[in-house]
């Protein structure tokens, strides 16, 4: 019998040269066409990150909204957004950072997170850790504790769990390739 991980590996493809020539991209859409699967994936995932004791759940635009959503609700957790510049009304704070492949910001919005609150930063995907550092920084300035990381997914060949590792909370990753 198959383990969770797996089963979700499984369903997770390769898709070379996406979205620019060299890129093996990682797509996890068909992933989300076996409902019983998530089910038992943000059982699995939200059961590790309750440890933590958050108050909150940050996911990046826009995969990480994917699971990040469910995984909030899961853990009976406020879900907060973190999306490309532009995209979020009211007031926000932002920060930029550098790609793999370009340059990008971020934004949360200004009043989204209290300085009291235990933080996890979801996302799809912990490749280089650029952007998943950039979020770290970006909800550290708004005086949030980050206590983990959550990734449904690491490609470790990238080692961007050497760069997130500075930010001195957990890290949590469902699926290594």
């Given at each position: 019998?198959?383990?969770?991980?797996?089963?979700?590996?499984?369903?997770?493809?390769?898709?070379?040269?996406?979205?620019?020539?060299?890129?093996?991209?990682?797509d996890i859409l068909p992933l989300f066409r076996n409902s019983e699967l998530v089910k038992e994936l943000v059982l699995e995932m939200s059961s590790e990150l309750r440890t933590h004791n958050p108050s909150a759940l940050v996911a990046m635009e826009?995969?990480?909204?994917?699971?990040?959503?469910?995984?909030?609700?899961e853990l009976n957790i406020p879900f907060i957004c973190i999306r490309k510049k532009g995209k979020l009304p009211g007031e926000v704070i932002g920060t930029s950072y550098s790609l793999e492949y370009g340059n990008a910001e971020i934004e949360i919005q200004k009043n989204a997170l209290a300085s009291a609150d235990r933080v996890i930063l979801h996302d799809d995907v912990l490749a280089t850790g650029g952007t998943a550092n950039a979020?770290?920084?970006?909800?550290?300035?708004?005086g949030a504790e980050l206590v983990a990381f959550s990734f449904l997914m690491e490609l470790n060949f990238l080692q961007g769990r050497e760069i997130i590792g500075l930010n001195n909370a957990?890290?949590?990753?469902?699926?290594?390739?």
């Amino acid at each position: 019998m198959q383990t969770l991980q797996e089963r979700v590996r499984e369903l997770i493809l390769d898709v070379p040269n996406f979205p620019i020539e060299g890129i093996i991209f990682k797509d996890i859409l068909p992933l989300f066409r076996n409902s019983e699967l998530v089910k038992e994936l943000v059982l699995e995932m939200s059961s590790e990150l309750r440890t933590h004791n958050p108050s909150a759940l940050v996911a990046m635009e826009s995969r990480g909204f994917l699971l990040g959503m469910p995984l909030a609700l899961e853990l009976n957790i406020p879900f907060i957004c973190i999306r490309k510049k532009g995209k979020l009304p009211g007031e926000v704070i932002g920060t930029s950072y550098s790609l793999e492949y370009g340059n990008a910001e971020i934004e949360i919005q200004k009043n989204a997170l209290a300085s009291a609150d235990r933080v996890i930063l979801h996302d799809d995907v912990l490749a280089t850790g650029g952007t998943a550092n950039a979020a770290a920084q970006l909800i550290q300035s708004t005086g949030a504790e980050l206590v983990a990381f959550s990734f449904l997914m690491e490609l470790n060949f990238l080692q961007g769990r050497e760069i997130i590792g500075l930010n001195n909370a957990a890290i949590h990753t469902f699926a290594k390739f």
